[in-house]
């Protein structure tokens, strides 16, 4: 542990002796309390004796003389104290000689070297208060760095590790001290304790965009952040947070192929998590990995049964390889938790139109008219819904007028209002469905 006299070469042959050192700190508080007169006086007549000094009556002066902001009057008192019963922490009587001394510090008209006299004695005290008040050790930790860092100019191989025994103590610690860290940390090229300080702030403190800009700032572009958790999860590849971080910085940038390694490693050790499956489905997909695209959206299904977006993706996907059939099935389950959705519908419209434009060779056929007709009915319905895809289903509504049956396409088939026309034939087997003639 260090002492009063580590940080200050000046002092270092004075402190070896305890009634040097009492009389130092007298002499560093008549710096500001007293004339320098009386200092010469006090210095050359004080001794502390347990057996002369009233403690109970120290006590109670000191508190009486902070409690009305006379803080020069408590000082006196505290050192008394300090130096009786170092022990004592009743009345919160470290975070008080704490704030004395801070009240001086900031006080008008204290020079330079004043200042430095100050902080040198706030950091004995916080020693002193690390060794005697374990209930605030982490907070004595954190002012203690925060003193070394900003008053005295401290390098940061010192002040580091006193932030970092705060936080170990106390993991709630506040974060203003949490982030003077990662900015020392920054200065020093530990990117990676950086970014997973702040990485852990994010997570607490989602809604405080600091934090996220914060990581930003670690690396000179999103591909180096990428490169950083990368290198953070290799070190330790069990660690399944690092991982995520990696997978987090890869979806940011869209590199889908470097994605898959973390999010494939997540997927195997924590099966049960929806979201690693999730964005596993999304880069499988994104990559045109189908088959494996498939296995997770089931297994997503498997997980979460009702989420009826895992049975559109899944829909989609069978739609972009021409499974029409089965991507329908899928569109269908979807209904079967929302039926006032109007997406699968659209989607289901699209599967008809798809079929009707790979179905049709030389030659547009009436049943290829028909399948269209269906396409349109299919929009209508999903239009009549009124949700986020009404009005591109009208539109498609519209621009495919020209291609269902005419009133002469009925007319010269004979066939009348009302009548029920059955799709089939040619690639429509898969349809079952029926349109009916206006």
């Known amino acids: 542990m260090a002492t009063f006299g580590s940080f200050r070469k000046r002092d270092k042959n004075i402190i070896g002796d305890s009634k040097l050192k009492r009389l130092l700190l007298l002499s560093l508080l008549s710096v500001f309390l007293i004339s320098s007169t009386a200092k010469a006086e006090i210095i050359s007549s004080y001794t502390v004796s ?16 902070h409690k009305n902001s006379d803080f020069e009057s408590a000082m006196k008192h505290a050192w008394t104290i300090l130096e009786v019963q170092p022990g004592f922490t009743k009345y919160k009587f470290y975070p008080k000689f704490e704030e004395m001394l801070w009240a001086k510090y900031e006080k008008e008209g204290i020079s330079d070297e004043e200042k430095k006299i100050i902080a040198d004695t706030l950091l004995f005290v916080y020693d002193k208060a690390i060794e005697n008040d374990e209930s605030r050790t982490a907070y004595y930790y954190s002012k203690k760095g925060y003193v070394l860092e900003v008053w005295l100019g401290a ?27 990662g900015q020392l940390y920054v200065t020093t090229e530990e990117k990676l ?35 950083i958790t990368k290198k953070a999860w290799d070190l330790d590849k069990e660690n399944l947070e690092k991982a995520w971080k990696y997978a987090t910085n890869c979806l940011r940038i869209q590199d889908y192929e470097k994605v898959l390694e973390p999010l494939v490693f997540l997927t195997k050790k924590a099966p049960d998590v929806v979201n690693y499956w999730k964005q596993l489905s999304t880069a499988y997909d994104k990559l045109g990995k189908t088959d494996d695209a498939i296995k997770a959206y089931k297994q997503l299904i498997t997980l979460q049964p009702d989420n009826k977006d895992n049975y559109v993706n899944l829909a989609l996907i069978y739609k972009k390889i021409d499974q029409l059939s089965v991507s329908r099935s899928y569109l269908q389950k979807a209904l079967n938790i929302d039926s006032g959705w109007d997406y699968p519908y659209y989607i289901e419209a699209q599967l008809y139109e798809q079929s009707a434009r790979s179905c049709v060779s030389d030659k547009f056929e009436f049943i290829d008219k028909c399948v269209y007709q269906l396409a349109v009915e299919t929009y209508r319905k ?44 040619k690639c429509y087997d898969w349809i079952g469905k029926s349109i009916t003639a206006p």
Not at 50 to 65: K, R, V
Not at 157 to 173: G, H
Not at 196 to 223: F, G, H, I, T
Request: glycine share 4%.
């Open 193 to 227: 304790k950086a970014l997973d300080l702040y990485s852990k702030l994010a997570e607490v403190d989602a809604s405080n965009p600091l934090w996220n800009q914060r990581m930003e700032a670690v690396a000179e572009n999103p591909e180096e952040l990428v490169e």
């Open 382 to 425: 999903a239009g009549r819904i009124g949700g986020a895809y009404s009005s591109t289903a009208m539109e498609r509504v519209q621009m495919l007028s020209n291609s269902v049956p005419s009133q002469e396409d009925y007319f010269f088939r004979k066939i009348g209002s009302g009548e029920v026309i059955k799709i089939e034939g």
């Open 155 to 181: 390098e940061p191989s010192v002040v580091i590790p006193l932030y970092e025994k705060a936080i170990e103590l106390d993991s709630e610690l506040d974060s203003f001290y949490k982030d003077r860290l």
């Open 50 to 65: 347990a057996d002369s000094i009233n403690l109970n009556a120290e006590i109670s002066l000191w508190f009486e003389y």
